[in-house]
């Protein structure tokens, strides 16, 4: 790194808040609680984590440095999508680890679980540490979404584990990545390896949480950041009064990221994909929804909105759902000649062989999202939902809708729109003081695990929404946040994924606000993140958070 911006060269000055456990280094004294269970299909789960099941929650109180403790060689992995404040879970594993012994060693597997099974790695030295303390992005050593679940990756894992003197890997992922981290856990106890494994939750998406893993980190400073643009855009909307902008926002399946940017920024419109499924929403249901909001501020002369959509929608709505699923099967069926075929050809191949109730539903699709669906596919044959341009599509059909209305009589007004996407844009920010600290005490305490003896667990900070002078810190058995769920056609045990809970506190707050919101122009602008400053503006906590802790 050669040149570096003012704003990063003070941040590296910035020394993450730790919980008061941790105050005194990663030698903690552990206070177990009862044995835990899973969250359902309890007898298949212990069946396959014969050895890691039923650990107990654990819960840390400082104490003093044990008086020769050995030191440590740890090796770290980053898994899946970027999220801001992988590398201070880094920098507080590192720290953490050289608290148990100055001898302690770190080492970088490159590129994800990857450099693991390839055994590419680099030592993280002091300087390599301090270079990217409080820096967004996953640069350091890199990512990847290699699944690690076969043994004979773990066979690799172990073997270059022992050539390194590993005795503890650190696996910072999403759901998949730490369900992953826990069977590798149980492969080396099972087979007596000495290598502890402990995972610690990551991913924007903010759907690896549980009444014990709070939040996932980088879920803070990409709502922030999100909620800076949509805010500016609002701000745009309000001032020039032309253009209705229909908003993209990442999170592959799980709306959270939509919903708190709308409670942050209070827009007239924000689809939650979870309440379309709930309600078994159509489309035409969907278009709907908007279209009268637009007719209802045209009325009151406000030809101008911003709607927010969340980029897993799709998926949600049934028929769509139906329709996909359809698709995958019938282009798989036919693959040699489609693949022949130019887009168009594709798209009218399709259309003539879909089912008629299906066929309904393709033709009720602008042309550009028809072609779409039949050409964008992973190398599994299965659409990608995430380039499909939903945001487009909304107000395609929107406009489409609000010209019958006018035939009707029941609007009068002006439809312009902008389509936005905001995803990447935040996923690599240098981290929020929420995520700076959170992630920092995550990697901290997952040495105070190593150093505790732990395996099979996840580095839990909790309490959160208090200063951190209340942080709890401890581990949780990961078998414990685990059910079976049906994967590629096998029933495969997964950490349950969190999704939007209609009942949950934050969608209550919004449902019971969004038809003032819609109204109104009740934009909210939170400008941008602010890391220095008044604390009641440098230290927030996400809206979600602090509904869901309120609600407790
Ligand atoms: P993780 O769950 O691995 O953290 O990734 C989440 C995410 O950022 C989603 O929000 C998004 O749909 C996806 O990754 C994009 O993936 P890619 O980086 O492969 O384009």
Known sequence: MSQISPLQKARAAYAPKLPPALARGAAVRVIEGAPTTAVADVDKIKAIFKTTFGSPVLTFEAAD?????????????????????????????FDGIKSLNSDSRLIGFLKGPDGLVRDEYMELTPAVIDAYRNTGGFDMIGSGRTKLETDEQ??????????LGISALVIIGGDDSNTNACMLAEYF????????????????????????????????????????????IGRDANSAKKYW?????????????????????????????????????????????????????????MNFGVALIPEGLIEFVPEIKVLI???????????????????????????????????????????????????????????????????????????????????EGTYVGKFSTQVHFFGYEGRCAAPSNYDADYC???????????????????????????????????????????NIERRHGHDKPVIRKALVELDGAPFKFFAAHRAE????????????????????????????????????
């Open 65 to 93: 440095k044990a008086a020769g403790a050995k030191p440590v060689t740890v090796g770290v992995i980053l898994s899946g999508g970027q999220a801001p404040g992988g590398h201070n879970v880094i920098a507080g594993l």
């Open 440 to 482: 920092y005490s995550l990697g901290y305490n997952a040495a105070a695990l190593i150093g505790a003896g732990r395996t099979g667990y996840m580095s839990s900070v909790r309490n959160t929404v208090l200063p951190a002078e209340k942080w709890i810190a401890g581990g949780i058995p990961i078998t414990m946040m685990m």
């Open 325 to 407: 699923a359809e698709l995958n099967d019938l282009l798989a069926a036919n693959a040699d000649k489609v693949n022949a075929m130019d887009k168009a050809a594709k798209v009218e191949f399709v259309k003539a062989n879909l089912s008629a109730e299906l066929a309904k539903v393709f033709g009720s699709l602008p042309a550009g999202i028809q072609a779409q669906l039949c050409n964008d596919r992973d190398p599994h044959g299965n659409v990608q939902v995430s380039l499909i341009e939903t945001e487009k599509m909304l107000a395609e059909m929107v406009g489409t809708r609000l010209k019958q209305m006018k035939a």
């Open 517 to 552: 919101w819609a109204k109104e122009t009740a934009y909210v602008y939170p400008g941008p993140i602010q890391y220095f400053g008044p604390t009641e503006v440098c230290d927030l906590v996400t809206k979600t958070l602090t509904l869901e802790k309120a609600a407790k």
């Open 245 to 301: 902008h229909f908003i993209k926002l990442m999170g592959r399946s799980a709306s959270h990221i939509a919903l708190e940017c709308a409670l942050q920024t209070q827009p007239n419109v924000a689809i939650i994909s979870e309440e379309v499924a709930a309600k078994k929403m159509t489309l035409a249901e969907i278009v709907e929804q908007i279209a009268v909001v637009v007719a209802a501020r045209a009325a009151a002369g």
């Open 189 to 232: 106890k099972s087979h007596d390896i000495p290598i502890q494994v402990i995972g610690c939750p990551k991913t924007i998406d903010g759907d690896l949480k549980n009444e014990w893993i709070e939040a996932s980190f980088g879920f803070d400073t990409a709502c922030r950041v999100y909620s800076e643009l949509i805010g500016n």
């Open 154 to 163: 773990f066979e690799a894992a172990r073997r270059n584990c022992e050539v």
